[in-house]
């Protein structure tokens, strides 16, 4: 369809098209400017300063009143640079009060000269709410494109409390393409945000076509993980030693962390990739993984995908086949544009699956994957971009492994954990966070919002044997909506820490389907998500995090949960029924008391880490 043509003051032509809900465009400009109305809250600017000789196709939908979708499309005769355009609208600052991104920042809407958030493939995804105080969604925006560069803007103007929010595509010089397509969605109907954010990641999924990775049951085994525990300095024999505790205790899968492929403990990568088994601290390996395995243990190995260390033998053998050179990693970052490339790390991952029988992988530094290289193409190089060249390996390795045990268990952590790597991993883990519970917690919400079926793991458990029972139970209770992964000594931990490990252990078990597989809604984001529920059709879960926080306990017929995450020894719930008998229990699922809730607000005596149960 033609529309007419007016012309600017612009040294440049500039085209502009009249507004219509499903329209098609094909001219050709220096600049491009299209004005969408009626798919979002406001009108949607779509822009390119340098359009060339590339032809902008759009198209609008509307799903819904209150959703609204922009195909763009580009087309060139041949094979080009794609131009940099912008997808924008501006809406008022109007019972907005936070935005929530899937990266480890804060709540607050910061002013919009500091309002960019990337993402790619292996780093994040392009959605993003704003919501009022109460944590009803305002308009959430998103993206199709999971797998190349996406730049967000969303913060406040200054001038008039406005909100200009916008995805730029193609802010990086691209490999010359014919053809490309996007979908930009806007969402504002009045749903709390644990709702929206959900809905908009499994959009995302279906439009981007992607089949995600299959999810085992074992993925949602409670697990321990060597790497702040050992570090490494592993040895076939003290894991034996650690992972027998660990068994007692209830744990299913043990992750061998970086070390039992070298000598050298100085951290840093400059003895990875050649992948030869240390011989020192593994004289069997395949002996080692069956006794285990006989433990009733599934048996995972941890390695550092794009790093190929300085001394390697393998380093002289990949010399210009590296993206980069990591001088302080002592490493260099593989092009896994080279089908070479690919095919020797995957043929790696298949040898230790076969020869060790091994049951997993920990797959890490997807997001490494980038360098001053990236740019170049051909001379031998199969795949343009890198982006690309990751998917096709990570979907090679995922089909090739589960191809040889299927169910094969696949790690990754953030921040590449959106929804291309569901495609290659069942095991989507909080990025590292040490000794911190707070942060953990906040990672845990996330990515159980945005990673569907997927398991959520938290990051690995450590803390203090000094500490309190109560005190050490709270790093354990903050992520109970989560896998947990362990990494403490165990042989060294006061026998009343083992103890509560094990009853939460137990408790985390029994009640796998309301923590991982059911519904969930992380409420009060902005305060780190003070207040966690999950529910199956037979019971309800709470985990508290703040003093005289209420819990409003709905009125229906599921048994509840409350757990005292706080340093306070009592919790506020809110009755909508008629009165419950409760029973309190400590943190090591002793029970210490009974009394009654009414209807209305009750303070109930719960002992710090502790929980009570309302029937």
Known sequence: ?????????????????????????????????????????????????????????????????????????????????????????????????????????????????????????????????????????????????????????????EEGSILPIKFN????????????????????????????????????TKTANLEIADVPDAAFDPLYSTWYCFHQNVFADQIEKECAIAAKL?????????????????????????????????????????????????YMVWYSVPFVGKNSKNYERFKGKYLAEVNHEGAAILDPRFPEVREFLISTYEKALKEWNIDGFKLDFIDAFRGKNDKLRGNGRDID???????????????????????ILIEFRQAYVGPGIRQYGNMMRVGDCPGNFTANRIGIAKLRMTSGKSAVHADMLEWNPGETTESAARNVINCLFSVIQYSMML????????????????????????????????????????????????????????????????????????????????LVIELAKKPAKVEVYNTLSEKVGETTANEGLNRIKCPVSGYIVLH
């Not at 971009?385 to 169910?407: C, W």
């Not at 931990?493 to 309301?514: G, N, Q, Y």
């Not at 305060?527 to 926080?549: M, N, P, Q």
């Open 1 to 157: 369809i033609l529309y007419p043509i007016g012309y600017t003051s612009h040294t440049m032509k500039k085209i502009i098209l009249s507004t219509t809900l499903i329209f098609a465009s094909t001219l050709i400009a220096a600049e491009f400017n299209k004005t969408i109305k009626g798919v979002a809250p406001a009108d949607v600017l779509i822009s390119c300063e340098d359009a060339g000789t590339w032809k902008f196709n759009i198209e609008s939908i509307k799903p819904s009143s209150e959703v609204g979708e922009l195909i763009v499309k580009l087309e060139n005769d041949e094979p080009a640079t794609p131009p940099k355009f912008t997808v924008a609208l501006t809406i008022p600052q109007v019972n907005i009060s936070h935005r929530w991104v899937p990266a480890f920042f804060d709540t607050m809407i910061p002013p919009d000269w500091m309002a960019k958030c990337p993402s790619n493939l292996a780093s994040w995804m392009p959605l993003y709410t704003f919501y009022s105080e109460s944590g009803e969604n305002q308009l959430t925006v998103s993206s199709s494109e999971v797998k190349r560069l996406v730049e967000f803007h969303g913060g406040v103007r």
């Open 169 to 204: 595509f193609f802010t990086k010089k691209e490999m010359p393409i014919k053809s490309y397509s996007v979908t930009v969605r806007y969402d504002w109907r009045k749903k709390h945000y644990s709702e929206i954010i959900p809905e908009t990641a499994e959009w995302m």
């Open 250 to 298: 209830g744990m299913k899968v043990l992750i061998v962390d970086d070390g039992w492929e070298t000598e050298d403990t100085n951290r840093g990568y400059a003895f990875n990739g050649d992948w030869e088994v240390s011989k020192m601290r593994f004289p069997d390996m395949a002996s080692h993984v069956k006794k285990v395995q006989a433990l009733g243990m599934k």
């Open 385 to 407: 971009t890198v982006p690309e060249a990751v998917d096709r390996l990570m979907k090679d390795v995922y089909s090739r492994l589960n191809a040889i045990k299927p169910g």
């Open 491 to 570: 042989r060294d931990l006061p026998p009343e820490h083992l103890k509560m490990i094990d009853a939460w252990l137990k408790f985390t078990v029994k009640h796998r389907s309301a923590l991982l597989k059911g519904g969930f809604k992380p409420h009060f984001a902005e305060s780190d998500y003070l207040l966690l529920e999950g529910w199956d059709d037979k019971e309800r879960i709470f985990t508290v995090h703040a003093d005289s926080l209420t819990v409003k306990v709905p009125n229906d017929n599921r048994a509840t949960y409350i757990v005292n995450a706080t340093a306070a020894d009592s």
